[in-house]
């Protein structure tokens, strides 16, 4: 297996840990991706790639139909733990177990990155109404914090972080162009070890070795604990998230 493949996998075996340390989404994201549909009722929404369901809970709590597909089973599973009121289904995102034009927006939570979108984008046109929506949201730190960046540098480790690396959708003659924001957000944490727990949820931090991760760890608790903002819980994480919007076109 490769290392892609490796790290796209990675994530089921911390479940537990993911559901508990990961950030949720920002509501005004979530209301301005499903603006061009021009209602506020409920709508069937599709969350691809869901994981435990830190996006599908607030889908859920803005008072959509949802059906939440996840390639994982631990992941999945974990979902249907927390997330109540949800249609939960095993699938991934090139083989989408959903009927062909009965959704009215399919988001993606800090997923669209694994994604083959040559094969992704026809399926995810298919389930789509016209009209509908898909899109695809990234949650990063606050790139203008300065303490936050220099924490990001010293939670790198040997393997390249591609989390934090938003992939613009491609152009694809279902889909009309790509339109970007930029909400603000935050990740409220208890203490400088529960926000070591959270990047240790990050693909990159669970492919490598037991020695290296506690090295990266030792340093990022270190650095924590001496920031003011951060030496005492609980604390508030600056974040961003930045979405990409794109409408089903009528063939």
Do not use: C
Not at 223 to 243: H, K, W, Y
């Amino acid at each position: 297996m490769d290392l892609h493949a490796r790290r796209a996998d990675s994530f089921g075996a911390q479940a537990e840990a993911y559901a508990e340390h990961r950030p949720d989404y920002p509501v005004a994201a979530i209301r301005w991706a499903l603006e061009p549909l021009g209602t506020t009722e409920r709508l069937d929404v599709l969350d691809l790639a869901a994981g435990t369901g830190k996006l599908t809970a607030g889908l859920v709590a803005e008072g959509h139909r949802v059906t939440a597909v996840e390639p994982n089973e631990q992941m999945l599973s974990e979902l249907v733990r927390r997330v109540h009121d949800v249609r939960a289904l095993p699938g991934h995102a090139e083989h989408i177990p959903v009927p062909d034009q009965t959704i009215d927006a399919v988001f993606v939570g800090t997923a669209f990155h694994w994604f083959d979108q040559e094969k992704a984008l026809p399926e995810i046109a298919r389930v789509l109404r016209p009209g509908g929506v898909l899109a695809a949201m990234w949650l990063d730190t606050d790139p203008d914090v300065a303490w936050l960046e220099e924490f990001q540098q010293l939670s790198n480790t040997s393997v390249e972080s591609q989390r934090h690396d938003p992939v613009e959708v491609m152009a694809h003659p279902s889909f009309g162009p790509a339109e970007h924001a930029v909400f603000p957000h935050v990740h409220r944490r208890d203490s400088p070890e529960a926000t070591v727990a959270w990047i240790n949820t990050h693909s990159r931090m669970l492919v490598i070795d037991d020695e290296e991760r506690a090295a990266v760890n030792d340093k990022m608790l270190e650095f924590l604990r001496e920031r003011p903002e951060t030496s005492n819980g609980p604390f508030d994480v600056p974040l961003r998230s930045e979405v990409f919007r794109t409408v089903r076109v009528s063939e």
